[in-house]
């Protein structure tokens, strides 16, 4: 059920040079039921007085069936944005207004598939931390994979990349491929490729009867990504699409 509350910045720091984690906690204290790959809507006015709002994807490590204390978000800094004025200048302390959640890019429990097929670029990532309790899950039940390609122009850029590096790890069955575009890390892993993640997918050979994939982050990426899993013969029904699009 979608509510309207307030959020107070409890925590936040900086995950890149321009990507700012910020963490929340409701004001009338109460958790806030959501599903990993939901987002939420910040409300706003503009200089003028004109009302607005921003979504964003909640970020909160969390296994779906319990509510949780802290909404945690990811925000890009965009040059004149006004959320950008507002999120990238909010005190701990401040208050802001929001509303959820929203959204259906989620895992499906009716899903009978052998493989999961996360895409990513930027703050699209976020929605895949959630679902990390919730992919656990699945490897653990030892006849699932779940392969995450993230796409940043440099290590510097990789947001959690750590976490997921660790997550490989832990878990049999995950893997992580940081895919950079610009520049190569200071220490190459064996996991990282080079280019966009687009034409990283052909190296994991989608193949429509085992595979779901799920796409979210810039625009174009997300079409190219979209067309060529078509081209791998997936059907559309197993292409998940989220667009991030950056607002002033």
Known sequence: ?????????????????AVRHLVFARVDGQPL??????????????????ATKRSYSVATVGDGASPVAHVEIAVSYVDG??????????????????????GRFC?????????????????????????????????????????LLYGARSERELLY????????QAHRGFTFHGCLSREPRAVVRTSDRSGHVQHVLAELQPQAGQDIAYLC????????????????????????????VSSR
């Open 217 to 244: 982050g810039n625009p174009n990426m997300v079409d190219a990504a979209y067309a060529a899993l078509k081209d791998f013969g997936l059907p559309v029904q197993h292409i998940r699409r989220e667009k991030y």
């Open 81 to 102: 944005g006004a959320a950008t004025q507002l999120l990238g200048n909010l005190p701990v302390g401040g208050v802001i207004d929001a509303s959820g959640p929203y």
């Open 107 to 147: 895992l499906q429990a009716a899903d009978s598939n052998r493989r999961y097929l996360l895409v990513a670029t930027g703050t699209g990532v976020t929605p895949y931390r959630a679902m990390l309790p919730q992919l656990e899950k699945l490897l653990a039940a030892g006849d699932r994979e779940v392969v």
């Open 33 to 50: 039921a959501l599903v990993p790959g939901q987002f939420m809507q910040v409300h706003f006015q503009y200089a003028d007085g004109t």
């Open 161 to 168: 990349g750590e976490q997921f590096d660790a997550f490989a």
């Open 1 to 17: 059920m979608v509510e309207h509350f307030q959020l107070r910045l409890v925590d936040s720091h900086m995950l890149a040079p």
